[in-house]
C-alpha cells in the first residue's frame, strides 16, 4: 500500500475533483469559496517549498507560476467589484472552481513525480510529535462576542498556514480545528470591557478526531505577514479577510497575558468576526499518527 504523509492525504480529502465538489454550478462565488481557495494555494506553496532542485521541479514551478496568474485575474476581478460598491464577489464559483481544479491537478501530478522522494514526504509512516508552544494559525469561521457568547459554546476555525516540522507538513491548510468557550463576560458600561477565553480541544484529520490542547496566543495577522507578498496564497489573503468579516466587521479586544484571555476596552464588548486570523499556542504536544 502506498504510504502517503499527512499533507498528501489531507490534500486528497480537500482537493479531490469528487463530482459533488466539481459537478456544483452557481453563478456566483461565496465567500468561503475564496477561502478553499486560498488554503489550497497554501498547501501548494509548502509542497512546492519541499521540491528539490532540478528540471521536474522547474516545470512544477513553472505551472505554479500560470496558477499565480490566474489568481491574481481573480483578484483583480473582484477588486473592480467591489469598488463599484455592488452586492456579490464580482466572480463566479465556477471560475473558482477552475483555479482549484488546477491546484488539484498540479499536487497529483508531483505526488506522481515525486512521490516518497521529495523532503516532504520522508518517513511518511512515522508519527509527527508538534511540541508544546507550536504556534497554529488559523481563521475564526464564525463571530464570537462577548456579548452574546455563552460558557461551552463550540467554535469552530481552519488552519490557515500550513504547519510545519522537521522538513514535512504536519498541519495542511484547511485542517478543522474545534474550541469551546471557556470563559466569558459581558461588558458593563461604561466602565468594564467585556472579556472572552477560548481553548481548542480537538483537531480532525483525514476524518479522525484527535484531542489537542491549545489557546489564543495572538489575534489578528501578525505584523511581519501584514504585507507578505511570498507565496501564491497571499494572493487571496490580500481580499479575504475584508470579505468573510463583512463590511462592518471589525476586531475589538487584545490578547492579555499567556491565558489566551481576549478583553476589550472600557465599556466594550469582545468582538471577533468571522474571517478574524487567530493564532493558537499548543499547551501539550500534539501526535499525529503515521499515514498510509
Known sequence: ?????????????????????????RDDARPRDLQRLEEDLANLDAELGALEPGQDAD???????????????????VRHHQRTGREGMGISYDEVQDVRRSVADLLEDMDRAFGAATPG???????????????IRVRLDHEVS????????????SVQTPVQHDGRVALAAGTRIRGIVREVEPAQRPSKGGRLVLEFDSVWVERERLDMRGKVAAVGAPPADRNKKAGIGAVVGGILGGILGGKDGAVIGAILGGGGTVVAGKGEDVTLPAGTELTIRLERALTLPATR
Open 121 to 135: 514526504r520522508r518517513e511518511a509512516a512515522r508519527d509527527v510529535v508538534l511540541p508544546v508552544a507550536t504556534e
Open 1 to 25: 500500500m502506498k504510504l502517503r504523509t499527512l499533507t498528501g492525504l489531507a490534500l486528497a480529502l480537500l482537493l479531490s475533483p469528487s463530482p459533488s465538489l466539481f459537478a456544483q454550478s
Open 146 to 157: 462577548s456579548r452574546t457568547a455563552r460558557i461551552e459554546d463550540r467554535i469552530e476555525v
Open 59 to 77: 516545470r512544477f514551478r513553472e505551472r505554479a507560476e500560470e496558477i499565480r496568474e490566474e489568481t491574481i485575474y481573480l483578484k483583480v476581478k
